[in-house]
């Protein structure tokens, strides 16, 4: 069984910076893309970042040029790296796996999330 953990959430000023993480753990064979999505209260999840296994990396409008994802390579944990951060960034943030188990079967996996605040 493969899951995906996220940690480094908290409350934060406007204008400061948060590091988060979401490490795959498990039964995994590879693990082809991982992405960092967020829900507001009242608003529907939405992409923030995604990187591939060729290393091909997404941003979302609103966060291109504070935001960075990173990732070593395809079995090392995956970063977001948040700054300048603004009251609407506050949300719950969710790390996303996709790709192959210990017995090739496709999966794609949420973690539980984590919360970020942003006070203004």
């Known amino acids: 069984q493969v899951q995906v953990v996220e940690s480094g959430g908290g409350l934060v000023q406007a204008g400061g910076s948060l590091s988060l993480a979401c490490t795959a753990s498990?039964?995994?064979?590879?693990?082809?893309?991982m992405a960092w999505y967020r829900q507001a209260p009242g608003k529907q999840r939405e992409l923030v970042a995604s990187?591939?296994?060729?290393?091909?990396?997404t941003y979302a409008d609103s966060v291109k040029g504070r935001f960075t994802i990173s990732r070593v390579n395809a079995l090392k944990p995956v970063y977001l790296s948040m700054n300048s951060l603004k009251a609407e960034d506050t949300a719950v943030y969710y790390c996303?796996?996709?790709?192959?188990?210990?017995?090739?079967?496709?999966?794609?996996?949420w973690g539980h999330g984590t919360q970020v605040t942003v006070s203004s």
């Open positions: 990187v591939n296994s060729g290393g091909g990396i």
């Open positions: 498990g039964n995994i064979f590879t693990i082809n893309g």
């Open positions: 996303n796996a996709k790709g192959y188990s210990g017995s090739r079967h496709h999966v794609d996996i």
